[in-house]
């Protein structure tokens, strides 16, 4: 779930301002890309506890996305030991890890190629040490030290500003204002219509404020606030009535939607908050979700007001309000029987986010709060396999950005380093010290402003505009972060 500090009413409360700390904390970070220094390396990096990685099949798209290819400069070996690579499809991530600390080889001294741009050829330019052009230097792209991760070329910079990781699909949106998907549903139509492993630009989008990636469908939002959306439309999805066995390659418009500021597209269901605090949704809400049963088009629901901030998963939603105020509807398994209509968590937050099976919340200091179930250590270290309380998470503070897995937790710190904890693959090189605490994710050698997480693997978003992730999915052999070519 991305957090976007949207425009709102100055008349609201100073709650409001509160709630929408965090949120205007990642905005500002995200649009100041490269303004951060690399953090100190965490002493703590730690390593998951053992996973079972048989739940999704490595060739199965709709399980878990091919990644498109990685950076031949980023695949290092794990230290103590090598990891061996995984030559068939079928086969899961090795994660046979150094059970103790190995000492770091010493570095092999940089010779720079140059220290001024006399020792350069023409036209190229000695930035810190390297000679590069600066009309194609993805690294320096217009001036030394100013990257543009996906794209560089005379009067062009383009790198993410805002990604988006679903079961299915992973979608980043670039700072033209255009999105490039890999996954199932790319937006275009591609071989057997069956997606594509590398990133590819969907077409038409030229003004995208936010993009949403589920496990069937994908949704953005466009300047105007208006929504387009593409994928199945099985559960109404996309809106469109008496079309129920309908697939749209490409993006179609949602009618009745015209200030949105916020989409959450999450299994079989899409709703909006609109500028007003208001919100819409449309699709399959059997677990109540939204109320109702099943809504073939975008309507209005009354329950809900002064909304700022949702964040949906199959079972249940939770909705942050411009107070601080947070609420829950659906059947997580922490409340009795089904809650059509929101119930108030007596929390206050400036963050919120759903899992499979669990709940989390940031608090107004910073500081991460889960409950619900926790066999897989996903709410913490907390003494209960299952915890109907918010139970608050050590080491877990001064949070920025915040998303939830089925059976793990992700976040981001002020810092820019990435921390889970639960189920999920090697996210780092050294063993636990005690289960369920949060764990650096290895190998990000930058700061970072926003995550983003799938059924099997998360993503990040750098303030270079890079995107790293880790995880089970194919192409991440020892799940270990790794840079994504867009």
């Not at 000679?131 to 001036?143: F, K, M, P, T």
């Not at 079309?243 to 949602?254: C, E, H, Q």
């Not at 939603?317 to 009795?336: C, E, K, N």
């Not at 119930?343 to 963050?351: E, G, K, L, W």
């Amino acid at each position: 779930m991305f957090t976007a500090p949207w425009p709102v009413s100055e008349t609201h409360s100073t709650m409001k301002a509160l709630a929408r700390l965090a949120l205007v904390t990642v905005f500002a970070l995200m649009w100041s890309l490269g303004a951060c220094s690399t953090p100190d390396e965490s002493p703590n990096d730690l390593t998951p506890e053992s996973n079972d990685a048989g739940d999704a099949s490595p060739g199965d798209i709709s399980e878990a996305a091919d990644l498109p290819p990685l950076s031949d400069s980023d695949d290092p070996e794990p230290d103590g030991g090598d990891v061996p690579d995984v030559d068939t499809p079928d086969a899961a991530p090795d994660v046979s890890l150094p059970t103790e600390d190995v000492a770091e080889p010493e570095p092999e001294p940089i010779i720079p190629e140059c220290e001024a741009d006399v020792d350069c050829a023409d036209g190229l330019t000695c930035c810190q040490g390297r000679c590069a052009d600066l009309d194609s230097d993805r690294d320096h792209c217009g001036a030394c030290g100013n990257a543009c991760p996906v794209e560089c070329g005379p009067e062009v910079c383009l790198k993410a500003v805002q990604i988006s990781a679903g079961r299915g699909t992973t979608c980043a949106l670039l700072n033209n204002g255009t999105v490039r998907c890999f996954g199932r549903y790319v937006g275009q139509e591609t071989e057997q219509n069956l997606g594509s492993s590398r990133p590819l630009e969907v077409p038409g989008i030229v003004d995208a404020l936010m993009v949403s990636c589920s496990n069937n469908h994908v949704c953005v939002i466009h300047v105007g606030g208006t929504v387009s959306c593409w994928g199945d439309n099985e559960f109404y999805q996309l809106a469109r009535p008496g079309d129920v066995n309908g697939l749209s390659i490409t993006p179609v418009g949602i009618e009745g939607v015209s200030d949105a500021v916020f989409v959450e597209a999450a299994e079989d269901g899409t709703c909006v908050v609109l500028s007003d605090g208001g919100v819409m949704c449309w699709g399959l809400t059997q677990s109540g979700r939204f109320g109702g049963e099943a809504f073939e088009e975008a309507v209005r629901i009354p329950a809900h007001h002064d909304v700022v901030n949702l964040s949906m998963t199959l079972n249940h939603a939770l909705w942050l309000h411009d107070d601080g105020r947070v609420f829950v509807t659906g059947t997580p398994p922490y409340i009795r029987g089904i809650a059509l209509t929101p119930q108030p968590m007596n929390f206050q937050a400036i963050q919120v986010g759903a899992g499979g099976g669990h709940s989390c919340m940031v608090d107004l200091d910073g500081d991460l709060w889960c409950l619900g179930d926790n066999f897989d250590y996903q709410i913490g270290p907390a003494p209960c396999n299952f915890c109907d309380e918010p139970q608050r998470v050590p080491n877990a503070t001064d949070i920025v950005s915040l998303d939830l897995g089925d059976k793990y937790t992700c976040f981001i710190n002020i810092q820019g380093q990435a921390f889970c904890f639960g189920d999920l693959i090697n996210v780092s090189r050294n063993p636990p010290d005690v289960l369920g605490m949060p764990r650096r994710v290895s190998d990000i050698p930058e700061p970072l402003v926003q995550v983003s997480s799938a059924q099997l693997y998360s993503c990040a978003l750098a303030s270079s505009g890079r995107v790293y992730c880790w995880g089970s999915p194919p192409g991440l052999r020892d799940g270990l972060a790794k840079p994504i070519e867009w």
